[in-house]
């Protein structure tokens, strides 16, 4: 399975997901996206999604094969984080790593439908594994190299010892 048909199908599930609960997060999501199309791009993988009809909602999802101007644009990492409590939705968009573009009324409903989500999956076993699924299937960076000892970190150049003239560093202290 190509990460484009990956990606749409973890979207219809995270939809399916919010129809069966009918909350308020899912009414939210009905008024903000329906008669509404969008572009997201999650690590490169580009989406086009539209939405139709208030109830019931016809979502659609399809590969682009041309890049577009999107309107979500951030990596899986992000998103990790965001799902974990490491950094709130605010702080990834204030420090770029979650780009949105959008009106002002879409922007805060989007806002609402992913703040209701995150508190719903707090409860919701199908919301949980939707984020298990992704969180085990979808593309992982490479690990950063674990921590070097101190001697394996030291500069193999510039040391400050080599700045000090060598008759000064000859001065022997009584």
Partial sequence: MTNNEQLAQWLYRLVEILR???????RRLVQTVSGKTAVIELDGTQLQLWAQGDEPLQVSIESLTEPQPVHFCSDAETLRDIITGSVT????????KIYVKGDLPDL??????VMGILADSAINLQLQRL??????????????????SLDQQKPSCGYLINQIPADVLNI???
């Avoid at 939705?89 to 770029?96: H, Y």
């Avoid at 805060?108 to 439908?113: A, E, M, P, R, T």
């Avoid at 984020?131 to 070097?148: A, E, G, V």
């Fill in 172 to 174: 022997e202290v009584d």
């Fill in 20 to 26: 069966s609960q009918g909350n308020s997060t899912w």
């Fill in 108 to 113: 805060l409903g989007i806002n609402q439908v």
């Fill in 131 to 148: 984020w298990n699924d992704f969180d085990h299937l979808w593309f992982h960076p490479p690990s950063p190299p674990p921590c070097q």
């Fill in 89 to 96: 939705l605010d702080a990834a968009v204030i420090s770029g």
